[in-house]
């Protein structure tokens, strides 16, 4: 009899590891679709309060307040947008902590004014927290080269 609770349990993971990786990826749209909506607050609200920030070529940015700090001049600028696509995501054992990575797409202005587009690449780690719901714990991006 515990053999077959113990069959069921491990028959029933993969689903479940499955249902949270997918639970991870809406995080990460929704966190795309609030930036889309409401910029840096959107930016912050995902973001755990000790989350840090590892922007390309700079040093790491730990908490939210030293986040607003590093992210508000940029969301301020009016020809700014930053728009990612996850492709693909993993999941702990204990469905706590994960991550996704994808893609990025950032539009500004050069400094003469003139619209700039960049590719990127990310990594988000996400830790669960206690209410059950999902927030970034470690962010980094960089440059990569335009799709094909």
Do not use: H
């Amino acid at each position: 009899m515990r053999l077959l609770g113990i069959a069921v349990v491990l028959a029933v993971l993969p689903g479940a590891a499955a249902d949270q990786r997918q639970a991870l990826l809406q995080a990460d749209r929704d966190f795309c679709q609030a930036v889309v909506e409401k910029g840096l607050e959107g930016w912050l609200f995902w973001f755990a309060e000790d989350g840090k920030m590892f922007p390309d070529g700079a040093g790491i940015v730990t908490g939210k307040a030293a986040i607003r700090e590093r992210m508000a001049p940029i969301f301020a600028r009016p020809e700014y947008s930053i728009r990612w696509k996850a492709l693909g995501a993993d999941i702990s054992g204990a469905s706590d902590f994960g991550y996704t990575y994808g893609t990025s797409v950032i539009k500004s202005a050069d400094k003469d004014g003139k619209p700039v587009t960049r590719y990127g690449k990310y990594v988000t780690v996400w830790k669960k927290q206690a209410d059950g719901t999902w927030r970034v714990v470690a962010d980094m991006g960089n440059t990569a080269p335009p799709p094909k």
